[in-house]
């Protein structure tokens, strides 16, 4: 069983599936454990006092590849750009096509499941 939700990015709708696969599928791609790591990022957030919270880069990163993993996992034919800022490249991550693709260029693509 899994959920699947859609969410506007951009202009575009994105789709994003949580399943039971997720901690796996974190696992194989990125050889950490989902649960530690969000376990460190539930002490880094503390008692959710902003003042006290010290989320760093390794926590926006964390995030960024949990909703990597989510959008992949829903969408296996996209193009998804791993470590040159795929969140706030939207245009040719959403895109798919061959002229992303060519954008983007081969060193960039993913290449996993898809």
Known sequence: ??????????????????SAAIPRIYRIKFQRDIYKELSVLEKSIGDGDPEKSSLDLFSLEMFENIAYVMAKHADTS???????????????YLSGSAEADRAVGDEHQDGCGG
């Open 1 to 18: 069983m899994s959920m699947m939700k859609k969410i506007e990015i951009d202009g575009k709708a994105v789709a994003f599936k949580a």
């Open 78 to 92: 996209i193009r998804i750009i791993r470590r040159t800022g795929w969140m706030s490249s939207t245009r040719q």
